[in-house]
């Protein structure tokens, strides 16, 4: 297409256009063309960058959007104190899906909860049967878990509806990283970087680039440092799970 940059949108994406570190001059992916990459939910964990001080590649800039894993857990011990017993399903063809579930089986040792965490569709490579979103989630129930947090899957977040009705059909509350599954759909409570701050920090690489004439691996990995708590109050009617006043103090809430 002749263009001066190509901006990428999300961590299957960016792994399929721009590859790890380690791709770097392999012609399946672009090398000669600057790359920005925003909503990655790991970009170091999954090797399309080196540090928040650079991404350790020459034509590559990016940005970080996502709250500390221990952030997530303290909301959701805000929203229900007795929680013990987290569960996660996860799409085991995506690697964020699977470096969240990582994170969460070392954090249940240093935070003190149990974990269950279960793949959707185990040992199909290709896209899983959204049929066993509901399946899978009456399995979480049976486990006795407290509460489901959706770490990382563009998959699970095309089919929010299937994910989120089958969680309040089996009375589990969810956390999501993206807003509008609490807005749109029936997840209870998010914290996390509103969708027009991550793109004004991805727009405000792609100006040091194209405008300033910055090298992209010469710029540090930009951070969204705002974040938006939102809770779904007609969730919280229907589960029994009401935010304690301090949270509705910060919170904003859909009814």
């Not at 949108?9 to 600057?34: A, C, E, M």
């Not at 990459?37 to 090797?47: I, L, M, Q, S």
């Not at 399946?135 to 990382?152: N, P, T």
């Given at each position: 297409?002749?263009?001066d940059?190509?901006?990428?949108?999300?961590?299957?994406?960016?792994?399929?256009?721009l590859?790890?570190?380690?791709?770097?001059?392999?012609t399946?992916?672009?090398?000669?063309?600057?790359?920005?990459?925003?909503?990655?939910?790991?970009?170091?964990?999954?090797?399309?960058?080196?540090?928040?001080?650079?991404?350790?590649?020459?034509?590559?800039?990016?940005?970080f959007?996502?709250?500390?894993?221990?952030v997530?857990?303290?909301?959701?011990?805000?929203?229900?104190?007795s929680?013990?017993?987290?569960?996660?399903?996860?799409?085991?063809?995506?690697?964020?899906s699977?470096i969240?579930?990582?994170e969460?089986?070392?954090?249940?040792?240093?935070?003190?909860?149990?974990?269950?965490?279960?793949e959707?569709?185990p040992?199909?490579?290709?896209?899983?049967?959204p049929?066993?979103?509901?399946v899978?989630?009456?399995?979480?129930?049976?486990?006795?878990?407290?509460?489901i947090?959706?770490?990382?899957?563009s998959?699970?977040?095309?089919?929010?509806?299937?994910?989120?009705?089958?969680a309040?059909?089996?009375?589990?509350?969810?956390?999501?990283?993206?807003?509008e599954?609490?807005?749109?759909?029936?997840?209870?409570?998010?914290?996390a970087?509103r969708?027009?701050?991550?793109g004004?920090?991805?727009?405000?690489?792609?100006?040091k680039?194209?405008?300033?004439?910055?090298?992209?691996?010469?710029?540090?990995?930009?951070?969204?440092?705002?974040f938006?708590?939102?809770v779904?109050?007609?969730?919280?009617?229907?589960?029994?799970?009401?935010?304690s006043?301090?949270?509705?103090?910060?919170?904003?809430?859909?009814?």
């Amino acid at each position: 297409m002749g263009a001066d940059l190509v901006a990428i949108y999300g961590t299957s994406v960016t792994l399929g256009i721009l590859g790890r570190k380690t791709d770097d001059g392999n012609t399946q992916f672009i090398n000669g063309i600057p790359g920005v990459f925003w909503y990655v939910a790991d970009p170091f964990g999954t090797g399309i960058a080196e540090s928040f001080e650079g991404s350790g590649r020459p034509h590559i800039a990016g940005t970080f959007n996502r709250v500390p894993e221990e952030v997530n857990i303290r909301t959701i011990r805000s929203n229900k104190p007795s929680f013990q017993h987290l569960g996660i399903l996860y799409n085991g063809n995506e690697r964020n899906s699977l470096i969240k579930v990582e994170e969460h089986r070392a954090l249940s040792q240093e935070m003190g909860y149990e974990l269950t965490a279960i793949e959707l569709d185990p040992g199909n490579t290709g896209a899983p049967n959204p049929a066993l979103i509901p399946v899978r989630m009456k399995e979480l129930s049976e486990a006795d878990v407290d509460f489901i947090y959706l770490g990382s899957s563009s998959y699970l977040r095309i089919h929010a509806d299937a994910f989120t009705n089958a969680a309040v059909e089996n009375g589990l509350p969810v956390l999501s990283p993206y807003e509008e599954m609490i807005r749109e759909n029936q997840a209870l409570v998010s914290i996390a970087a509103r969708a027009y701050d991550v793109g004004r920090v991805a727009a405000e690489q792609v100006l040091k680039i194209l405008r300033d004439g910055d090298t992209p691996g010469d710029l540090p990995i930009a951070r969204v440092t705002d974040f938006a708590y939102v809770v779904n109050m007609e969730v919280a009617r229907k589960l029994g799970i009401f935010p304690s006043v301090e949270i509705l103090q910060v919170a904003e809430t859909i009814k």
